[in-house]
Nanobody
């Protein structure tokens, strides 16, 4: 069983930055891809950013230029999402995802609130 544990969420002022972390109980290079999704109240969960096993990254249009996804392998086995220039529209629960073929694993989520 894979465990993904997110951390780093919190309250930040508009224009501020946060770094989210997702620690995996499994070697992150076992996964085809890992990513961050977010879900705001009443909204569908949406992709924020992803990184595949080869290191290719992908960003949602709303995050391009404002976020960086990167990773550290063993022993940390952690994927990070650095977000800058945050706005109230970025307020949501952010979830870590890991995929092996068609099997998806999710973390419990971490709340990000952008407010003055």
């Amino acid at each position: 069983q894979v465990q993904l544990v997110e951390s780093g969420g919190g309250l930040v002022q508009p224009g501020g930055s946060l770094r989210l972390s997702c620690a995996s109980s499994r070697n992150i290079f076992d996964f085809n891809a890992m990513g961050w999704y977010r879900q705001a109240p009443g909204q569908q969960r949406e992709l924020v950013a992803s990184i595949n096993v080869g290191g290719v990254t992908n960003y949602a249009d709303f995050m391009k230029g404002r976020a960086t996804i990167y990773r550290e392998g063993t022993p940390k086995n952690t994927v990070y999402l650095q977000m800058n220039s945050l706005s109230p529209e970025d307020t949501a629960v952010y979830f870590c995802n890991a995929r092996i073929l068609r099997e998806n694993y999710w973390g419990q989520g971490t709340q990000v609130t952008v407010s003055s």
